[in-house]
């Protein structure tokens, strides 16, 4: 599995990026990454696609009215190398011990079970992983001429192409 590359969504996958006409020159756009996809590049490919957009529907440039990055946060956690457990493997394969102990009048008698996992006493080795992934939308207006001088919020859809472009992905072919 690789990062994102600069695509169109499909309906299988997600990723990549979507673009809506809602008025004759207001277009919604935006861009999904994988989670091997860094924020900074979801931001930078939505960026280019606003501007390549704005060109292709016979623009000079366009005015982001708004921007969001979303992001999705997923933690998984696994059995670790020395997991335990029935389902863990561990030293004792398949099967692992399971015995009662007694913590005092406070906590009372205690148990291991390798099916269940005991959040006082557990031998268990756990490996998380934290898994993120970012979704960029922007809300544009284009134009034509040159760009707003005194709107920091517009871009010339060329410089953005010229600029960027460097730096964009593309999917590879096959």
């Known amino acids: 599995m690789t990062a994102t590359p600069y695509q169109p969504a499909t309906a299988s996958s997600r990723s990549g990026y979507t673009d809506e006409q809602i ?25 280019y696609r606003a501007a390549e957009l704005t060109v ?6 366009f005015v982001l009215v708004t921007r969001d990055t979303e992001t999705r946060t997923d933690t998984y956690r696994t059995p670790g190398a020395f997991g335990g457990g029935f389902y863990g493997g561990g030293p004792w394969g398949y099967w692992s011990p399971s015995w009662r102990f007694y913590r005092g009048p406070r906590w009372g008698w205690r148990s ?11 031998s268990r080795d756990w490996d998380y992983r934290t898994v993120r992934q970012y979704e960029a939308m922007a809300e544009i207006v284009t134009g034509r001429g040159p760009k707003p001088g005194d709107n920091l919020r517009a871009f010339d859809a060329r410089e953005v192409l010229d600029r960027l472009g460097p730096s964009i992905k593309m999917p590879e072919s096959r």
Do not use: I, K, M
Request: no cysteine.
């Open 56 to 61: 292709q529907r016979g623009f000079d440039h």
């Open 23 to 47: 008025e004759g020159n207001r277009f919604r756009v935006s861009f999904s990454g994988n989670s091997l996809t860094a924020r900074e590049t979801v931001e930078r490919y939505l960026l």
């Open 112 to 122: 291991y079970d390798p099916f269940w996992d005991d959040p006082f006493w557990s």
